[in-house]
Nanobody, 126 residues
Framework: QVQLVESGGGLVQTGDSLKLSCVASGFTFTSYSMGWFRQAPGKGREFVAALSFTGGTTNYANDLRSRFTISRDNSKDTVYLQMDNLRLDDTATYFC???????????????????WGQGIQVTVSS
């Protein structure tokens, strides 16, 4: 069955870096664009970043573009999210997601992926 399994989350301090990984299985990875969303306590789901099936096109939430980097390794069926200079308001559960590649990387808060991961907690403390 389809699985998206996130790893790499945890507790860090402001200014630290963290790299999330998401390993996909149960579907043809290169047939899907991949991305990340997050949800902070008491808030709605928020788009973070997405990239095309080749990894050649990326898209970020405007206020995250300078600190976050999304990438993928199609040989490992894995998508990554490098997060630098983390801030308190980056604290959230982060979700990996997949959407058929014809939709490209033009994701936003209202995008409905085909597949979701279970989510992984990232907590940033001062």
């Amino acid at each position: 069955q389809v699985q998206l399994v996130e790893s790499g989350g945890g507790l860090v301090q402001t200014g630290d870096s963290l790299k999330l990984s998401c390993v996909a299985s149960g579907f043809t990875f290169t047939s899907y664009s991949m991305g990340w969303f997050r949800q902070a306590p008491g808030k709605g789901r928020e788009f973070v970043a997405a990239l095309s099936f080749t990894g050649g096109t990326t898209n970020y939430a405007n206020d995250l573009r300078s600190r976050f980097t999304i990438s993928r390794d199609n040989s490992k069926d894995t998508v990554y999210l490098q997060m630098d200079n983390l801030r308190l308001d980056d604290t959230a559960t982060y979700f990996c997601a997949a959407k058929q590649r014809k939709y490209g990387s033009n994701w936003n808060d209202d995008t409905t992926p085909d597949y979701w991961g279970q989510g992984i907690q990232v907590t940033v403390s001062s």
